[in-house]
């Protein structure tokens, strides 16, 4: 009965491959968002969407793209993976009108 | 541009102790505030989320206040527990971006 999950949990890849991460929610939330957590444990905002707006953090490099086939998934591609990409991103919904995000429990990226 | 500073970066305590955490920002135009709990190679797990209207939001243990103004929220914890040990998060919301501190790594000694 997992509410937000996200696949895979790891990802080892080597660089300038292209992956993707997938993120579903069952809680009938209409917006959903990727973060990325750093080593420093800083999370960032990268994406936030519903059905009808994308909002971009302008930080975010344009090999990063979110891809939403309905409403309860928001999977995120990336291009040409670099060494930098390596992190923890994590995949939150919440519902309209309400405040509370719900997150997935992180995907674990390296990029070697 | 906002930023969201923690004091501690990391504490120890042994159990049963009554902490505090610190959470400040620079913006107080903010939408509300939320503490998360981070738990080793784990998601996030909200704790208490403060609407920018409030001074302070309980839940069993736990205890967070919020003071707009001055740009500072605290978390307390009452009576620790081993199993209190983890990353504690705040974030602080303007709508849509969510700014997150680097969180405090609590460590509850038994």
């Known amino acids: 009965d997992t509410a937000v999950s996200q696949t895979p949990k790891y990802l080892v890849t080597q660089m300038g491959n292209d992956k993707s991460i997938k993120c579903e929610q069952n809680?009938?939330?209409?917006?959903m968002y990727w973060y990325k957590q750093d080593s420093k444990k800083f999370l960032k905002i990268m994406f936030s969407y519903n059905n009808k707006e994308l909002i971009i953090n302008e930080t975010v490099p344009n090999r990063f793209s979110p891809k939403s086939p309905d409403k309860a998934h928001l999977n995120l591609h990336i291009n040409s993976l670099e060494l930098g990409d390596s992190a923890v991103y994590f995949c939150a919904s919440r519902l309209r009108g309400q405040e509370t995000q719900y997150f997935g429990p992180g995907t674990r990226l390296l990029v070697l | 541009k906002q930023e969201v500073t923690q004091i501690p970066a990391a504490l120890s305590v042994p159990e049963g102790e009554n902490l505090v955490l610190n959470c400040s920002f620079t913006?107080?135009?903010?939408?509300?505030l939320q503490w998360f709990r981070q738990d080793p190679g784990k998601g996030l797990t909200s704790l208490l989320l403060?609407?920018?209207?409030?001074r302070e939001q309980t839940s069993g243990r736990l205890n967070a206040s919020l003071d707009k103004s001055s740009g500072r929220s605290t978390l307390y914890i009452a009576a620790s527990q081993p199993g209190d040990s983890a990353t504690y998060l705040c974030?602080?919301?303007?709508?849509?971006?969510?700014?997150f501190g680097t969180g405090t790594s609590l460590t509850v000694i038994p």
């Open positions: 403060i609407q920018s209207s409030q």
């Open positions: 809680l009938g939330h209409d917006t």
């Open positions: 913006d107080s135009a903010i939408y509300n």
């Open positions: 974030a602080v919301s303007t709508g849509n971006q969510f700014y």
